[in-house]
């Protein structure tokens, strides 16, 4: 392993299930110290990593205004910081750690990190929206600040000096002008309490007396350190939270309705009775488990179990191909208030040309590639979920409303996870399980199957659009009326008691369904006149239906950009403009805002172009008919921001006009997201989030008849592959800040943004290469095939 | 149930199952191994992967039945305290997000690279081209891999 200071996590387990009674008494200020153990007191940390913690409850929250619920330094110098967010493998933990380490002033690889225990951890909330390192990063640099600060004013006492001569390295505080005089962070308050208040009126204000360090004197944040939890991800060792066991437990498997809406008649329970290891069958409503001893007995029983369903006498949804044309007709459940601005109407009037064009994108999934599991143990009449939940802490309030217990009595324990990106905003795995768990007095495992994740999961909503666009003689866009319709009606929320989806099957329905959303893009572009309408519709079933639509990736983001920044392409086509420089004119007549959004904009946008070595002319690059090869090259760009992180997009693809295979060959991103923590790690995750929206461009989309979902695997919902893997990606991480070394430069979200212009970037490119404007995603081989025979015809 | 005698990772284990159980749930429950995973149960996305007869199978849809001599896990590729240059390659080139599906890739590529060491660009993308990862972490997977294919002298000193 890479350091013989990190503890592998088995005994990183260990250490926080031994901690446990103690840690929670050590908050409570008990006095006690803080149990410390060295690696040689633990000969037998497998076996112990693999009891269950300790049980007795109650389960307090921990208490965010106190310093000690945040940093423990113990006896042998080292600290661990304990915080109240999941890392969903962008490397957020190993982010947070650098912040919190280089206000304290010790090194990287003398600091543990504990995430996500509502029992041990404040409530960050978890993870969600790229507010990671931007908002919840702030309270633990000022936490980690005061921690300094209080331990230089122990120092001071105790080397008889006062602390403006006094300085930190390592976690030892030594006398500026007498180096050898020492005294370290351990010396001072190892394995003790700090007892210190802090201030914050909500957790992200939490503060102590001490400011942060000003960007330039950070050493820590700005390098490329290697992320902690790759080494045990690579070997095998680390406990993820499908791996949790514990004594007695025993597995469940879902039985799922078979068309949606559909009704339980009765379930004829002889049809398992005999299996070996059958346990039980839990129904309640139309939610309907089975219980085994072992993993694969509950598999087949689960699919053994005969159970008789009344088919729904309204058809739940459209079929697929339907879709499109049904949100056009629905009724809308909300519409906006139109927002206008200048006057669009007079604008389109005396307009040189007007250009109009409709976009669709279907329902997308999660489909995480490890499906939902949760573990629930019901010991002492308390209930521990060991889960991969994204938003723990709401999930533990949710479990508790859900079984009816006190909160105090249920604590949630997060765990690595097949990715996140909002499928675990709601965890529903944990909700069975601890269901489950709470009927049959034992620990019960639950874990979905690929057909049931794929087909019940939460989808990003389905989208529909219409545009108009006015350009002026000079080819100047004018005027511009955007129209979005979002199949979002009754969204998911996180981990609500009365929406999670085995809520959905008992019945259970809280007062009104949650209204959706619906979005308009974002972008620094000056349009002078403008009119923006939205709304929201919903499919005829809104309850227990597999379309249930909830948060993924950045929710309508991807969709949203889709649509405008392809539109904006067509107008620059139309105006036979090159698509970066009538990109760049509109920033540069565009307005500056206080995160100075426009000069960062430019920035990227330039930096992009630079980057990808773009030689400014119009799309499309030739007329695609005169050429007889085989292969046509492109290129296609697309902007936008995500919150405060502004992002662009290049990228290259080569479209077969035989076989209408689109393989994208580079892809250029030009990113600003302020402050860079660890610049490897995020270089990971825009290229990441990059060819997530490549898969969503290619290939994904959710495929359902009249009464069910049907793209329920890996072949009938195709996902980007290594094939499909571009041959370079390039990054520059931009910093457009119009005083780019300020003292206060802020860290901005990276998880989503890189992700939103994808499909716009390859539809731009495909027209670039091919004069085809695809205007539906996603854009298969198929779809692009007959795009370009209808092109050629 | 009856008694099947399994070799895996260089021990010799006798677990009492049905043998129609698949093998990963053997690897997972019995052995109590963590590299292979479920992912999909059909053979679809390689998470479950492991080695048998130097050949990366699916261990979803391998009944323990079925199994014939040595199974290596991602486990059983470190020896001695020192990581496999494929799991060094990986952490070089940080190449996991979430790392779930990590194993399906390692262990797709040992296949690999154990009977061709020295792949094509093109040769990677084919042999690695079942192994789905929904972080989508191809790119830096397959740089680890050429990484290791690189600095490899001759076939079989990778062990």
């Known amino acids: 392993m890479s350091n013989p200071l990190e503890l592998p996590p088995e005994l990183e387990d260990a250490l926080a299930g031994l901690n446990q009674p103690s840690r929670r008494g050590f908050l409570a200020g008990s006095g006690a110290l803080a149990i410390t153990l060295s690696l040689s007191a633990l000969p037998g940390a497998r076996a112990l990593a693999q009891a269950p913690l300790a049980a007795a409850g109650p389960y307090p929250d921990p208490d965010f205004l106190k310093l000690d619920t945040w940093i423990v330094i113990h006896p042998d110098n080292t600290a661990t910081f304990y915080v109240g967010k999941t890392d969903g493998g962008q490397g957020t933990g190993t982010a947070f750690r650098q912040m919190m380490c280089d206000e304290l002033d010790i090194a990287f690889d003398k600091t543990r990190l504990v995430m996500g225990r509502t029992d041990i951890t404040p409530d960050q909330g978890g993870s969600g929206g790229s507010t990671s390192v931007e908002r919840d990063g702030r309270p633990m640099r000022r936490v980690a600040a005061e921690a300094r600060r209080v331990l230089l004013d122990l120092g001071g006492q105790h080397l008889a000096t006062p602390v403006e001569m006094l300085a930190v390295a390592n976690a030892t505080i030594f006398v500026k002008s007498d180096p050898g005089r020492t005294v370290t962070y351990a010396e001072l308050i190892g394995g003790k309490r700090f007892n210190i208040p802090l201030t914050g009126s909500r957790i992200d204000l939490t503060a102590g007396q001490a400011a942060v360090k000003p960007v330039t004197d950070l050493r820590v944040v700005g390098q490329s350190h290697k992320r902690y939890d790759i080494p045990a991800k690579v070997d095998g060792s680390l406990r993820w939270a499908v791996d949790m066991k514990l004594p007695r437990m025993v597995h469940a498997r879902n039985v799922r309705p078979p068309y949606a809406g559909a009704a339980l008649q009765g379930i004829d329970e002889t049809s398992v009775r005999d299996l070996p290891g059958f346990i039980r069958v839990v129904s309640r409503g139309n939610y309907v488990a089975v219980i085994c001893e072992r993993e694969e007995q509950a598999i087949r029983a689960a699919r053994q179990l005969k159970a008789h369903w ?42 040189a040309r007007v250009i109009e064009a409709e976009f669709e994108v279907p329902f997308q999934g999660h489909s995480s590639i490890g499906p939902a599991h949760a573990l629930a143990d019901p010991s002492d009449g308390q209930m521990t979920i060991y889960t991969n939940d994204m938003k723990a802490y709401s999930h533990r309030t949710g479990v508790a409303k859900f079984l009816g217990m006190p909160r105090e009595q249920v604590r949630v324990v997060y765990m690595d996870g097949p990715q996140v990106y909002g499928r675990t905003a709601a965890d529903d795995a944990g909700f069975e399980a601890a269901f489950l768990a709470n009927e049959l ?15 019940w999961d939460t989808k990003g909503p389905a989208h529909v659009f219409k545009l108009r666009g006015a350009l002026d003689e000079r080819g100047k866009l004018v005027a511009l009326e955007y129209d979005a319709c979002s199949a979002d009606y009754n969204h998911l929320w996180y981990n609500e008691s009365d929406t999670v989806l085995i809520a959905q099957l008992m019945g259970i329905r809280p007062a009104k ?19 923006t309408t939205t709304r929201i519709v919903g499919m005829p079933l809104i309850w227990e239906t597999p379309l249930r639509t909830g948060n993924l990736r950045d929710p309508n983001g991807p969709q949203v950009t889709f649509a405008f920044e392809s539109f904006i392409d067509e107008l620059a086509a139309a105006a036979q403009a090159d698509p970066i420089q009538f990109r760049l004119d509109m920033l540069e007549q565009g307005k500056e805002d206080d995160v100075f959004r426009k000069s960062r904009s430019l920035a990227v946008v330039r930096a992009a172009a630079k980057l990808y070595g773009w030689d400014p002319r119009p799309s499309p690059k030739s007329q695609p008919s005169a050429s007889g090869d085989q292969m046509l090259a492109g290129r296609g760009v697309a902007y936008t921001y995500r919150g405060n992180t502004i992002v662009a997009v290049i990228a290259e693809v080569e479209v077969n006009r035989e076989t209408g295979r689109v393989w994208t060959k580079r892809l250029v991103c030009a990113h600003d ?9 995020l270089h990971h995750t825009v290229e990441c989030g990059m060819l997530h929206g490549l898969s969503r461009a290619l290939w994904e989309e959710v495929q359902f008849d009249t009464e069910k979902v049907t793209s329920v695997n890996w072949a009938s919902y195709p996902s980007l592959r290594h094939s499909d893997t571009p041959e370079t990606i390039d990054i520059a991480l931009v910093n457009g800040d119009p005083n780019p070394g300020r003292p206060d430069l802020a860290p901005y979200g990276a998880g989503e943004c890189s992700h939103k212009p994808l499909i716009a970037a390859l ?27 209808a092109q050629s015809a | 149930m009856s008694i099947v005698k399994l070799r895996v990772n260089g021990a010799t284990h006798e677990v009492d199952v049905e043998p129609s159980t698949p093998l990963l749930y053997v690897l997972r429950n019995d052995l109590d191994l963590r590299g292979p995973r479920f992912g999909c149960g059909l053979g679809q996305c390689s998470v479950c992967t492991v080695i048998m007869g130097g050949a990366a199978i699916r261990s979803c849809i391998t009944p323990v039945s079925a199994v014939r001599g040595e199974v290596t896990t991602l486990e059983g590729l470190s020896k001695h305290g020192k990581l496999h240059p494929l799991q060094e390659a990986w952490i070089e080139e940080q190449a996991a997000q979430c790392g779930y599906c990590q194993n399906g890739q390692i262990m797709t590529a040992k296949a690999l690279l154990d009977r061709n060491p020295h792949p094509s660009d093109a040769e990677i993308r084919e042999a690695m081209d079942g192994a789905l990862c929904r972080c989508m972490t191809f790119y830096r997977v397959q740089a680890a891999i050429r990484r290791v294919a690189r600095g490899t002298k001759a076939t079989g000193e990778r062990q």
């Open chain 1, 310 to 351: 009344q088919r729904p006498t309204v058809a739940p949804f459209p079929a697929s191909g339907e879709l499109f044309d049904y949100m056009r007709r629905a009724t809308p459940t909300s519409t906006s208030e139109p927002r206008v601005e200048g006057d669009p109407e007079a604008a389109f009037k005396v307009a």
């Open chain 1, 441 to 455: 007095g034992r620990p019960v495992r639950m874990q979905w199957m690929r057909d049931e994740e794929a087909g």
């Open chain 1, 513 to 531: 369904p949650a209204k959706g959303s619906v979005e308009s893009p974002t972008t620094m572009y000056s349009i002078p006149n403008q009119r």
């Open chain 1, 673 to 681: 997201c302020g402050l860079v923590i660890n610049p490897e790690a």
């Open chain 1, 763 to 789: 539809a731009n490119a495909i027209h670039d290469a091919t004069g085809v404007r695809l205007r539906r995603a996603p854009f298969r081989s198929e779809r692009v095939l007959s795009a370009l025979q």
